[in-house]
């Protein structure tokens, strides 16, 4: 296993870490089969692997209460005396903060869940621009202060599923040890994205990767076009997503939610060569014939330019239209309609056009908004 410095915070972590939302189940999602999730984390941890991270509602029934995630892995860390083997990492659920003391009783809570004294890294969950200044009205970069300050977390960070701009205030906004970004090879201009990224290294806040495989999208449904151009490699598609992670030096860990030993088998081997600088010209080449078969398959030339907004309806032109671009580009529309659900309000949606025909008349572009926001309500809402 490869290591690498998290961020400022001088202590070196595994490059693969093991994300604990895909945890094997039994039928249910909430239903952990513990026998083959043990039996995964034994091999991981025996070899290398010592970054685990989950959070309050990891396994649960819903986002509104907690999920066996934290409760599995408190226990398995406990039944074999692991814990001071591992960086441990879990989140506050910042969408159910409604009262200053709920910040104390959620943390307290999840460490009886993990049964330990200290969280070594503990992460405000999925920031968002709507919610952020509820919580700095809670007084929640205080409450991160005084558990610092008593002990009970060790480093404090984000993670964010927001556009780089809110990213980048976020970031600036206090002394962040780490942080928590969806990134891979076609997200690099969606969400935080590359900018994102730089701007958080540059600030030695340590970077950890969420989504290396797009939901493992872009290891299962590999569109024709692309998987012609790996031909004569004998890398899998899943191994070409991690090296591509790895070969960025602002990178420190990617996360992976690993739910069988084959996968588990693959992700260790791969790790193996992630080292930073290390694809070839070729290689590097590849990707970038990878990245453009791929947007070759886009259904509306929107450059997110916003001169179409604000909507006077609400919608999030913009988004709406850069989600129908992720439907044509991948083989799996399942993935990209639950983050359409999950990233936008329902004030946002494409279904609230009235075709007042305005976004046409400022885009910049002429594209016929109006009918590809009609696609969008065909493609992902009905």
């Known amino acids: 296993m490869l290591y690498r410095e998290l961020g400022s915070t001088g202590e070196k972590v ?98 009886k869940r993990l049964q330990t004294d200290q969280i070594d890294f503990y992460l405000l969950h999925s920031l968002k621009e709507k919610n952020w200044f509820h919580l700095e009205d809670l007084g929640i970069l205080e409450f991160l202060d005084s558990a610092v300050a008593d002990g009970r977390i060790k480093y404090t960070g984000f993670s964010c599923h927001d556009e780089t701009a809110f990213f980048k205030e976020v970031v600036n906004s206090y002394q962040w040890d780490v942080c928590q970004l969806q990134y891979n090879y076609l997200d690099e201009q969606i969400q935080v994205g590359k900018e994102g990224l730089e701007y958080a290294a540059e600030r030695g806040i340590g970077t950890l990767i969420m989504e290396p495989l797009k939901g493992g999208v872009l290891a299962r449904q590999v569109p024709f076009e692309v998987a012609k151009l790996w031909e004569g490699s ?92 992720q439907a044509a580009m991948l083989n799996d529309i399942t993935n990209v309609r639950g983050q359409y659900y999950f990233m936008l309000k329902d004030t946002e949606h494409a279904s609230n056009c009235l075709e007042c025909g305005l976004c046409e008349e400022m885009c910049s572009q002429r594209l016929p908004i109006r009918e590809k926001l009609k696609e969008v309500k065909k493609t992902l809402e009905e």
Request: charged content about 25%; glycine content about 6%.
């Open 234 to 325: 004998d890398w899998t598609p899943a191994e070409w997503a991690f090296r591509y992670l790895w070969n960025i030096p602002q990178i420190d860990v990617v996360l992976s939610g690993m739910n069988t030993m084959e996968q588990l088998l693959e992700n260790l081997k791969t790790a193996e060569k992630g080292w930073p600088d290390s694809l070839s010209p070729w290689e590097n080449e590849v990707m970038e014939q990878v990245k453009q078969a791929y947007k070759d398959k886009i259904t509306v030339e929107c450059s997110a330019c916003g001169y179409c907004m604000p909507c006077p309806s609400g919608i999030n032109i913009p988004q709406c239209l850069s989600y129908l671009n």
């Open 14 to 111: 595994s490059i693969l870490g093991f994300g604990c939302m895909r945890l094997p189940v039994k039928g249910r999602y909430d239903k952990i089969d513990e026998k083959k999730a043990s039996k995964l984390l034994d091999h991981a941890l025996k070899n290398g692997v010592n970054y685990l991270d989950t959070a309050y509602p990891y396994h649960g029934i819903s986002n509104s209460e907690g999920g066996n995630s934290e409760v599995f892995l408190g226990e398995y860390l406990y039944q074999r005396d692991e814990r001071s083997q591992v960086y441990l990492a879990t989140k506050i659920p910042t969408w159910l903060l409604k009262e200053p003391e709920d910040m104390d009783r959620f943390l307290d809570e999840q460490l």
